[in-house]
């Protein structure tokens, strides 16, 4: 690298960490990046303590599959909700209580007797994590006018570290005080997060009926679809809003910029869903490794991941989302169609750092997508999108159980492999946030 090259750079980089710092914003960027650290950390925690849970409560690959399904598919369902509710409290108070709840459920998870209790203390941490995402993504895009990639690259980057720490901690921790004692260390982060989510989060007027306002207004990207069209419930002020509102979101998601993006994020979202669930139990019981080992490498997949979240963002940025997506995608194939074939630990450690390479998608996609729906309902709008697709990525740990127990994980991961590649395809069609020509169309 020349002299010049090696000065830009180094511009650059500077540059990018004067926007995510200045004007006080640093504060806010580590505080919400402390609340994901716990909050997604913790959500692969459960899947590496497989083995320690299930030598309590004895089920099935794919009841254990479906506990894991139980935890997304609680969390999409909040989506929406939380959303919503962005529009009309603000993102401050509901990062605060994301957080609070998460650690009232790991007392739950501590106190657990029965599969049952465990089974409703994940519900009500899929539920709890939830709410922690749309306005999240939010307050990011309303901080952050200007690289918002580099943003939410640095605040996934920071989830991923705490997905790579916390469960290789966690799976020690069990041996000393066993998987609810683990679970139960973890509350005084929480209340800590959310210590800091309140001091550091600026919040915002409440904005109730913003999405009717919305409606109103056409869809915000300039297609104008529904303009001027008369309302026939115009004699129910409360059921015309809601209608409007309606017809406003689902403008804002079917939008060929939206819908090409989410289709591609819940095809990586499967794949993700059934790798995370059962790469510690594959490792244990089909490559004979220790659960500390197994552990271990799970966290591995997200340091790799961390490091990878942390530059993606600048990387679309600067280059496009949809090439940078799609060929992350394609370079996602290689390491699952490898994982079956891989037997030394060295090939499996490359393996697995490579593998976190396909997490990288996180940030580049949220961005892309936050940016480009309009501004008037961008909470609710993106808590429908989160919710559609985790709701679809979360039957991949079900689907990856279901195999194992016909002795067929070869070929979940084959299977994986090849839905990964579609999504790069999908990728390969994203149209750029800055044109034009395409907001409109459905």
Not at 102 to 124: D, E, I, K, Q, R
Not at 250 to 257: G, L, N, P
Not at 288 to 304: H, I, N, V
Not at 320 to 341: D, E, K, N
């Amino acid at each position: 690298m020349s002299v010049r090259s090696s000065d830009s750079l180094t511009a650059r980089v500077a540059g990018t960490v004067g926007v995510l710092r200045g004007d006080g914003r640093g504060w806010t960027l580590s505080a919400i990046a402390g609340g994901w650290f716990f909050t997604l950390g913790l959500r692969f925690v459960i899947p590496a303590l497989l083995p320690a849970i299930r030598a309590d409560f004895p089920v099935s690959d794919t009841v254990a599959g479906a506990a894991i399904t139980l935890l997304w598919v609680t969390y999409a369902g909040t989506q929406f909700p939380a959303g919503a509710l962005v529009d009309r409290v603000g993102e401050r108070l509901l990062l605060v209580a994301s957080v609070v709840a998460g650690a009232a459920t790991m007392l739950v998870y501590a106190s657990a007797p029965t599969f049952t209790a465990f089974l409703l203390a994940t519900a009500g941490f899929g539920l709890a994590s939830g709410l922690y995402g749309p306005p999240r993504g939010v307050v990011l895009s309303r901080v952050y006018t200007a690289r918002d990639g580099a943003a939410f690259g640095t605040v996934l980057a920071t989830g991923s570290l705490g997905a790579a720490l916390l469960p290789p901690l966690a799976t020690y921790a069990t041996g000393i005080v066993g998987w609810r004692g683990a679970l139960g260390l973890t509350i005084p982060g929480f209340l800590a997060a959310g210590y800091a989510l309140r001091r550091f989060v600026p919040d915002r007027p409440a904005t109730a009926g913003s999405a009717a306002e919305a409606a109103n207004a056409g869809d915000g990207d300039g297609d104008g679809d529904g303009a001027g069209v008369s309302n026939p419930d115009s004699g129910d002020p409360r059921r015309s809003r809601t209608r409007r509102g309606a017809a406003a979101i689902r403008r804002a998601v079917s939008t060929r910029k939206v819908a090409v993006a989410v289709l591609g994020t819940t095809l990586m979202l499967f794949v993700f869903q059934g790798v995370t669930a059962f790469l510690t139990t594959y490792f244990v019981t089909a490559k004979g490794l220790s659960e500390t080992a197994a552990g271990t490498l799970f966290g591995l997949l997200f340091l790799s991941a961390a490091v990878c979240q942390s530059v993606g963002g600048a990387l679309a940025d600067r280059y496009g989302h949809g090439r940078v997506l799609a060929t992350v995608s394609v370079i996602g194939v290689v390491p699952l169609a490898a994982l079956p074939y891989a037997d030394s630990l060295p090939t499996l450690v490359a393996v697995v750092t490579l593998l976190g390479m396909r997490l990288s998608i996180g940030p580049i996609s949220n961005a892309y997508i936050v940016s480009v729906l309009p501004a008037e309902i961008r909470g609710t709008a993106w808590g429908a999108v989160r919710t559609g697709f985790f709701v679809v990525g979360a039957f991949g740990s079900t689907a990856v159980g279901s195999l194992a127990d016909a002795d067929l994980f070869t070929e979940a991961f084959l299977l994986l492999a090849g839905v990964t590649a579609v999504a790069g395809v999908v990728y390969a069609t994203l149209p750029e946030r800055r044109g034009t020509g395409d907001d409109g169309g459905g």
